[in-house]
Antibody
Framework: EVQLVESGGGLVKPGGSLRLSCAAS????????MNWVRQAPGKGLEWVSSISSSSRYIYYADSMKGRFTISRDNAKNSLYLQMNSLRAEDTAVYYC????????????WGQGTLVTVSS | ETVMTQSPATLSVSPGERATLSCRAS??????LAWYQQKRGQAPRLLIY???TRATGIPARFSGSGSGTEFTLTISSLQSEDFAVYYCQQYNNWPPKTFGQGTKVEIK
């Protein structure tokens, strides 16, 4: 069974940093591209970032470029999102999500971790 | 950026009735269009990919159609468990992989 479990969310002040983690199990993690997708309270889904299976290809939404860094450790079956210079508008549930193939749709989602940016 | 626009924002339907949800892309996304269902407090779930292919375990009452810029998700006979928010997403022109703003299907 595919499982994606996010952790690392919490309350952080504007300008602060946070590192999210996603522990993957039930599939060959190193064979899949992975994504982060976020959802602000009461709002829709917003794609954040993607990383290819080997970390060779990395993409970000424009509003996250230069502030967020996606990475992975295939030996640990883990995906990460380092978030710096956080703003109130970054407040959201952040989902870890597995992608089918490369540049394709998402087939599995984690349950999400809530990040709240507030003073 | 390819903007995805869903309509209506809210759809009120009685159980057993048919629901038709629309998704329009600002430019062609060919056949690279997926639909997701999200229930309150839960993560999204993949329903349909490549416009019309049902994901594993998705009932046949869910169907997708369309091409290019106009797409439709049809739920042939709404069950109580189908009341949720539905999102379309394109994965043809990326980054970014854009989602629609969602259609909430509620009980009439």
């Amino acid at each position: 069974e595919v499982q994606l479990v996010e952790s690392g969310g919490g309350l952080v002040k504007p300008g602060g940093s946070l590192r999210l983690s996603c522990a993957a199990s039930g599939f060959t993690f190193s064979s899949y591209s992975m994504n982060w997708v976020r959802q602000a309270p009461g709002k829709g889904l917003e794609w954040v970032s993607s990383i290819s299976s080997s970390s060779r290809y990395i993409y970000y939404a424009d509003s996250m470029k230069g502030r967020f860094t996606i990475s992975r450790d295939n030996a640990k079956n883990s995906l990460y999102l380092q978030m710096n210079s956080l703003r109130a508008e970054d407040t959201a549930v952040y989902y870890c999500a597995r992608e089918v193939g490369s540049g394709s749709y998402i087939d599995y989602w984690g349950q999400g971790t809530l990040v709240t940016v507030s003073s | 950026e390819t903007v995805m626009t869903q309509s209506p924002a809210t759809l009120s339907v009685s159980p057993g009735e048919r629901a038709t949800l629309s998704c329009r892309a600002s430019q062609s996304v060919t056949s690279k269009l997926a639909w997701y269902q999200q229930k309150r407090g839960q993560a999204p779930r993949l329903l349909i990919y490549d416009v019309s292919t049902r994901a594993t375990g998705i009932p046949a009452r869910f169907s997708g159609s369309g091409s290019g810029t106009e797409f439709t998700l049809t739920i042939s006979s709404l069950q109580s468990e189908d009341f949720a928010v539905y999102y379309c997403q394109q994965y043809n022109n990326w980054p970014p992989k854009t989602f629609g703003q969602g259609t909430k299907v509620e009980i009439k």
